[in-house]
């Protein structure tokens, strides 16, 4: 489990505030509730107004072995799979979730997306996929979702005959 992050579109919400010494600086995810490392408050960030997939095979292999460390050589040929909870900690009033159909994405819609980069960091970032448009996709989402209920999704599984690659966004409720 790691990567609570907080989605908010109130202007009112305050960023994150580092924890006392600060984060971990080794870029692949400080916040993971793994291993003996101090949980920071949940990240709070704007709402993502883009469609996207959150990680890469590449980048999934490279966080579950900063997870795992002394074990890491151990799994690292076998299968790994990134799954996404939802789940609003208030009734959901604007911006809701929309994911969209994985059946309906394909390769082609897929844009390598660098996460988190600054011009100072080293040269082995996170990946990710934006999704460009298209007529073939199937949306869903959310409406007035409420605390007790949670959306689960699968982002990247190395097995690629499975179903994957769900891309999702914040959307402006049209109801």
């Avoid at 929309?98 to 970032?125: K, M, N, Q, S, Y």
Wanted: charged residues 30%.
């Amino acid at each position: 489990v790691f990567g609570d992050v907080l989605r908010s579109d109130d202007s009112a919400k305050k960023p994150l505030v580092a924890p006392e010494g600060g984060f971990d600086n080794d870029r692949v995810f400080a916040d993971s509730a793994r291993g003996n490392r101090r949980v920071p408050p949940a990240q709070i960030h704007e709402t993502a107004n883009n469609p996207h997939i959150d990680f890469n095979e590449k980048t999934v292999r490279r966080l579950a072995a900063g997870m795992l460390g002394s074990e890491a050589a151990k799994y690292a040929s076998k299968r790994v799979a990134l799954i996404n909870l939802w789940r609003g900690i208030e009734t959901v009033e604007r911006k809701p979730l929309a994911v969209c159909d994985a059946r309906t994405v394909t390769e082609e819609h897929l844009v390598l997306g660098l996460i988190g980069t600054r011009p100072e960091d080293p040269g082995d970032f996170l990946e990710g996929f934006n999704v460009a448009y298209s007529p073939k996709h199937r949306w869903y989402y959310y409406p007035r979702m409420k605390p007790e209920e949670v959306l689960v999704f699968k982002l990247c599984d190395s097995d690629g005959a499975r179903p994957q690659l769900t891309a999702h966004t914040a959307i402006d409720d049209p109801s």
